[in-house]
């Protein structure tokens, strides 16, 4: 149940991560989206407003030209009445009649289209007029009766005259364009004057990229261009510019943006940066919790490993201890003192193996709370490895095993705690006798490096992989052995080993390869 209960809770954990990292992902996406067509929107302001202030700049110039020209002739307009109508309208109620008239007149000014462009024809160019009268007259009567030729003054008349700015605008509109369609294009606009408008119009949109803009005639490039201009339909924006009078142009502006994505994402940069943040916050969060959901799973299952082994360990000794009290309380052994002091050692050294076993737990917890008393006084080495040697001498003979010394380092002194140290050893040559399936063959080596000392334990046992060489002085760690299962323990040993040598300022590694043993390696410092 446990079992099941993790793995949903770190498969929720994990679909969590990876739904937080999605929706950030599409976030992103829908925001660069968003600001492309953000971005094409002000673009297509942009060359829309530009093309309306080339025409409207252009045709403000040609109205200037055309009045100046108009001041400067001196003549007199010839006049002629185009257009003459009259609107009459009666109430009976009332009994009064307005009379309506207006006249349209043209001025003809003899000024040639020939004046702005030698190609135009000889058109000539007019101003118009006009003149209204509104009329009053409050008895109908009078009108009707009144005889021919007769004047009849209203009772209200209200004149009006004056210039059709109107129809002198669409005149002088149709004739401008007429005329600057015969201009070509460097004619009407240069491309310093095309930059700067458009530079101006996109800063004011926010469109602070670099740009390249170009004019096609029928899909020609023209003179008309930036420098890095280079004409491609897909990646540009357009819009027609210079309409003629039926709405047609054969001139378009196309506008690109050569670090279009470049000016998005920064645009994203701050927010991004601050969601990658974030996100990265929650997955270290995430492997955090895991890391730590996976250890104290398997520190759960070590720590059942650890009792398992310690009941197994201890169930031996237990069962040999009855077995050898029952044995002596029989009438016929008790009488027999050599068999009682046989049984008697026995359970003297199945409860050595026993403490052994609980003051090996003593020292690991006392080493974690720092309560273990390590004092240290000038030693040679030699003299603990002998030490050491004798301790699993009686362990090795019943292995049939031996222990070759070859102790090179000529200094041998260092500040060491004799027991402690001594245990190190103890712990590592009694694995080198435990992983040796067959009979243990050990060396140990000395040498000086420095101001060091180095000693190596090297046996010809099961050797460890990559992975165990890595882990093995991990508290409770065991490598699994296979079919060999007479080797006991429970993972103490070699973490109270390197917590020794640490605590010695030394160095503890392991060189191994599986099946051809393995060499411990430690450092320890000299005394200068």
């Not at 095309?194 to 003179?223: D, Q």
């Not at 104290?296 to 031996?316: A, G, L, P, V």
Request: glycine residues 4%; aromatic residues 10%; charged residues 25%.
């Amino acid at each position: 149940m446990n079992k099941l209960f993790f793995r949903i809770l770190v498969l929720l954990m994990s679909l969590s991560l990876i739904g937080i990292i999605l929706v950030q992902v599409f976030w992103f996406n829908s925001s660069f989206k968003n600001n492309d067509e953000q971005f094409k929107y002000h673009v297509t302001q942009v060359i829309g407003n530009v093309a309306d202030k080339l025409e409207q700049q252009e045709e403000y110039s040609f109205y200037d030209k055309y009045n100046r020209i108009k001041d400067s002739t001196g003549k007199i307009p010839k006049k002629e009445d185009l257009l003459e109508v009259l609107y009459v309208q009666r109430n009976t109620k009332t009994n009064k009649t307005i009379v309506y008239s207006s006249t349209l007149t043209s001025e003809d000014y003899d000024i040639s289209g020939s004046l702005f462009n030698k190609k135009f024809s000889s058109e000539r160019f007019k101003n118009f007029s006009s003149k209204r009268v509104t009329e009053v007259y409050n008895n109908n009567n009078g009108i009707d009766n009144n005889p021919l030729g007769q004047s009849i003054i209203p009772d209200l008349k209200i004149e009006k005259s004056g210039s059709l700015d109107i129809l002198n605008k669409v005149q002088q509109q149709i004739q401008y364009k007429d005329i600057a369609s015969l201009t070509p294009i460097e004619g009407r606009i240069t491309k310093e004057k095309l930059n700067k408008l458009l530079k101006k119009e996109l800063e004011e949109y926010g469109v602070k990229t670099k740009f390249e803009f170009g004019v096609l005639n029928s899909g020609l490039p023209t003179k008309v261009k930036s420098d890095g201009f280079h004409f491609d339909k897909d990646a540009s924006y357009h819009i027609p510019i210079y309409t003629d009078n039926e709405g047609n142009s054969k001139y378009e502006l196309y506008i690109t943006f050569p670090y279009k994505k470049k000016f998005l994402l920064s645009e994203l940069l701050s927010i991004t940066i601050l969601s990658i943040v974030f996100t990265l916050i929650i997955i270290i969060a995430y492997t955090s919790a895991l890391n730590q959901l996976l250890r104290q799973k398997h520190i759960s299952e070590i720590k059942t490993d650890f009792i398992n082994n310690m009941t197994h360990e201890f169930k031996t000794p237990i069962a040999t201890i009855n077995l050898a009290l029952d044995a002596i309380r029989n009438p016929k052994i008790i009488e027999d003192k050599e068999k009682v002091f046989r049984y008697l050692q026995m359970i003297r050294d199945e409860n050595k193996r026993m403490h052994a076993q609980v003051e090996n737990v003593l020292r690991i917890s006392k080493l974690e709370k720092r309560e273990l008393d390590i004092t240290k006084e000038p030693t040679a080495i030699h003299d603990i490895i002998d030490d050491a040697i004798e301790h699993v001498n009686l362990i090795l003979e019943d292995r049939h095993g031996t222990v070759v010394k070859h102790l090179n380092a000529s200094r041998t002194t260092c500040l060491v705690n004799e027991v402690h140290f001594t245990n190190v050893l103890v712990n590592i040559l009694e694995n080198a006798i435990k992983y040796s399936p067959d009979v243990p063959e050990i060396e140990i080596f000395t040498e000086n490096i420095k101001d060091m000392i180095l000693i190596k334990v090297k046996d010809n046992g099961l050797g460890m992989s990559k992975i165990a060489q890595k882990r093995v002085f991990e508290k409770f760690y065991r490598e699994h052995t296979g079919d060999l299962h007479n080797v006991k323990g429970h993972g103490l040993g070699l973490a109270y080993v390197k917590r020794i040598v640490e605590d010695h300022n030394g160095q503890v590694y392991v060189e191994s390869e599986k099946g051809k043993g393995s060499t411990f390696i430690i450092k320890i410092p000299l005394i200068n």
